[in-house]
């Protein structure tokens, strides 16, 4: 056997685990930790029972596990084994399990003794992973209370050694491997703007090639990314093994991209971040890193996980750059400018930051543990995430309004999955059809499966004729969701009805209808706004239960769905069917409009005028319309002159604060702000006392009387109030300029047709002033009126001068 560096401090391990029983090791890449630790542990006296050692994907898990039964000259099943969803491999002989850290999760929930374990290994715990930490907090705390003898080891490729150390506590020990280190050749590419990835990542794969030797690994975002690279080698390089690496390819389709040619041939190999750290690529002396990295985001307001393209962090370059000198010198292209690797994220952020937490907090209160803060964790999980996450666990029915678990939620965490896609596979086992609604959930989970589209159903019909490892493998794992749940739920036999209801009754926020003629718009009963490839064979539904779609909240694209026919809505859904009546101010009426409606959620499923809305309801929608515009409904004649009175309780203020008892008795019976100011001013009028009403009249009287006897309002608003206007006739005889209270009253004056002649606040100045000249004028104007020299010796009348003579005579 090989000497790795990990042997070097492999006895400092064992001497750690012996004396207690947590330890941390630190060992770079390549170093040995994922295949020499597990195996030195067995003939350990404390180690009678099996090791587990979790790993964060099923490709290296399944690799490791191989690797380590390969150095024992045995096969995988035998001492050393693994189990992850799609694929098993052990027996009762199998002492070392390499497991996938959800399937830990699931496990030590079941068993929380860890019966027949003596030690797990948590590896590559640097990448943060949701299950990774759940998991370790867990094993933590049955370690504390049940299992003091239980091993637990984090194997971590970065230097933050004592943090995870002070998290297992009591002084647990920090190995640290050196690693061995072949030199290792940057080259910095830079990127092209506005050139397609694909098309930059084919040349500079084209560029190794002709330049360097060795197997080249290549590393892109995603699986799309992968297969037009692909094509765009396959054109160039006829006859060269070109082999994808991502979880949607099949075990033998994996290991093939692991081993090395069996001919001898260079091969190069197309990856995503799977490729990043636990495998190491046989013959791989070249590394061509696109620079992007695709991660699973969560979306609160919208409840889903979408996928985000984004910069690879410097360690996670690191880490895939270290590919190409794992086994002897290397070299990494690099897709961006040297200069700018400084401004990338030094680490990824955890996935405790960024993840869907409903699985964990289902997860805790199957364990018995709602508050997350109780246990032990390297950061402490959001709360605004958690409260998202318990939000819907209980409008899914899982929770309790304590946060503790129901029947319900216990049944929907004892299947191996998300709470959401738990629950499709159970309600599908209510009505004897558990496995159709397993094999929808999966393909939920399962990129890929069944094909491209957005069409769920046409999916699992191609999978269902699929006979690839992968969907036989997948199938396998779907009639065993489908076997738990029946044992779970004993459900009575019915017809068979359209699987996508199962996901509906898990999702119901989730159930689409469409805007338009086109199928691009869509609104979920949840509120969100959808779009729709037009051309996509779901366009033409009326109806669609969502499960999967990429983009921000408010305009995500819908990328897995099903048709949901109008009578599986009326009827299946009708419980999430509500009537409503509705009042709405109507602007342009001016009025209170009333309409019933029947609604899913958000989606307006029928509208149409209420005959008989709530009398209550309508008048306090008018009140509090009136109360947003009083001061437009109000007389402004009365207001004005409270103000210049100043009476308080007139106020608009104090008119708001009181208008239950001045205004809501105008509004009854009625459905519209019609009403006359006469009544207005009675009401409010209704309000003040005997002191204030005459206080009122005295200071701000509403009429001014004219020495002719003729009234006339006064204008407490306008400009240079308090004004009048009045005929300038009416004011003969009068040599002492009228006011209100202190003002003097402006008096805008008329001629006898009530065209304005002059406003005076000096009556007599006026009489001696510019009367001569007002007079000049008028006398030609209106001939048959008085217009003496001295107005104010003169008798006030309205009269013309014959009538005024013989009146007087």
Not at 16 to 45: F, S
Not at 315 to 343: F, T
Not at 357 to 374: E, F, N, Y
Request: with cysteine; glycine share 8%; charged share 25%.
């Amino acid at each position: 056997m090989n000497e790795l560096p990990i042997h070097a401090v492999l006895p400092d391990l064992i001497s750690a685990l012996r004396e207690q029983t947590g330890a941390v090791l630190i060992a770079p890449p390549g170093a040995g930790k994922t295949t020499a630790v597990a195996p030195v542990l067995l003939d350990q006296p404390w180690c009678t029972g099996q090791i587990i050692l979790l790993s964060p994907r099923r490709v290296a898990a399944r690799a490791a596990a191989e690797r380590m039964a390969d150095m024992m000259g045995e096969k995988a099943g035998d001492t050393v084994g693994y189990l992850t969803r799609m694929d098993s491999r052990q027996s009762a002989k199998t002492r070392i399990l390499v497991m996938t850290e959800a399937i830990f999760v699931n496990r030590i929930i079941e068993d929380a003794e860890l019966s027949g374990v003596s030690a797990v290994l948590f590896d590559e715990a640097h990448e943060r992973h949701l299950d990774s930490e759940l998991g370790l907090a867990l094993a933590l705390e049955s370690r504390a209370i049940l299992r003091e003898d239980l091993r637990i080891c984090i194997m971590s490729a970065t230097i933050d050694g004592e943090r995870f150390a002070g998290l297992i506590g009591d002084n647990a020990p920090v190995v640290e491997s050196e690693g061995k280190a072949f030199p290792l050749r940057i080259e910095w590419l830079g990127a092209r703007a506005g050139q397609r990835i694909e098309d930059q990542m084919a040349s500079a794969i084209l560029t190794a090639w002709k330049q360097e030797e060795g197997d080249i690994l290549a590393f892109l975002p995603g699986v799309r990314e992968i297969e037009r690279v692909h094509e765009r080698l396959s054109a160039k390089l006829a006859g060269t093994p070109i082999l994808p690496l991502h979880g949607q390819v099949d075990p033998a389709g994996q290991r093939a991209a692991i081993r090395r040619n069996p001919d001898g041939l260079r091969r190069i190999v197309l990856a995503t971040a799977i490729a990043e750290t636990s495998l190491t690529l046989n013959g791989v002396s070249v590394v061509v890193d696109s620079g992007l990295a695709r991660r699973a985001e969560f979306d609160r307001a919208a409840g889903t996980t979408h996928l985000v393209t984004m910069r690879a962090s410097q360690a996670a370059a690191a880490q895939r750059a270290g590919r190409a000198a794992r086994l002897g010198p290397g070299i990494a292209y690099r897709l961006w400018e040297e200069a700018g690797h400084p401004g990338r994220p030094k680490f990824d952020p955890p996935e405790i930051e960024t993840a869907d937490l409903a699985p964990l907090v289902l997860s805790l209160a199957k364990w018995g543990t709602p508050d997350p803060a109780t246990l032990c964790w390297l950061d402490t999980p959001p709360a605004a995430s958690i409260a998202s996450a318990r939000d819907r666990l209980q409008k899914l029915g899982a929770l309790e309004d304590s946060g503790s678990i129901s029947p319900w939620g216990n049944q929907i965490a004892s299947l191996p999955m998300d709470p959401v896609s738990a629950a499709t596979v159970l309600f599908g086992a209510e009505v004897s059809q558990a496995l159709p609604a397993a094999k929808l959930a999966l393909l939920l989970q399962e990129r890929g499966l069944g094909g491209r589209g957005e069409d769920l159903i046409q999916r699992l019909a191609r999978w269902d004729t699929d006979r690839s490892p992968r969907a036989k493998s997948a199938r396998k794992l779907a009639e065993g969701w489908s076997r738990r749940a029946e044992r779970l739920i004993s459900g009575a036999d019915s017809d068979p009805i359209n699987p996508a209801l199962f996901l509906a009754f898990a999702k119901p926020d989730n159930v689409a209808r469409r805007r338009d003629g086109s199928g691009e718009n869509w609104i979920s009963a949840g509120g969100r706004g959808y779009f729709l490839d037009p051309a996509s064979p779901l366009a033409s539904a009326e109806w669609l239960i969502i499960g999967d779609a990429q983009g921000h909240a408010k305009g995500a694209r819908i990328t897995a769905a099903a048709r949901l026919e109008p009578e599986d809505v009326e009827t299946s859904l009708q419980y999430l069917i509500k009537r409503q009546s509705t009042l709405e101010w109507n602007e342009k009426d001016a009025r209170v409009e009333a309409r019933q409606l029947r609604k899913m959620g958000a989606i307006t499923m029928a509208s149409g005028p209420d005959p008989s809305p709530d009398p209550v309801a309508v008048q306090t929608l008018l009140m509090d319309t009136a109360l947003k515009r009083l001061d437009e409904l109000l007389p402004a004649s009365l207001v004005a002159r409270a103000k210049f009175a100043g009476i308080a309780s007139l106020a608009l203020d104090q008119l708001q604060a009181s208008a239950e008892f001045w205004l809501a008795p105008l509004l009854e019976g009625r459905r519209d702000l019609n009403i006359s100011p006469g009544k207005l001013a009675d009401a409010i009028l209704a309000q003040l006392d005997w002191n204030e009403r005459q206080q009122l009249d005295r200071l701000a009287p509403r009429e001014f009387q004219t020495p002719a006897g003729t009234s006339h309002p006064i204008d407490y608003s306008g400009e240079g109030a308090p004004s009048v206007d009045v005929r300038v006739q009416a004011l003969f005889g009068l040599d002492q300029h009228p006011r209100i209270g202190s003002s003097p009253l402006l008096l805008n004056l008329t001629s006898p047709a009530g065209r304005p002649i002059q406003a005076t606040r000096d009556l007599p100045g006026f009489w001696r002033g510019s009367w001569m000249d007002v007079c000049k004028d008028m006398k030609g104007r209106y001939p048959k009126h008085r217009w003496p020299e001295q107005p104010w010796l003169e008798k006030p009348s309205l009269k013309t001068k014959n009538a005024f003579s013989r009146e007087e005579s």
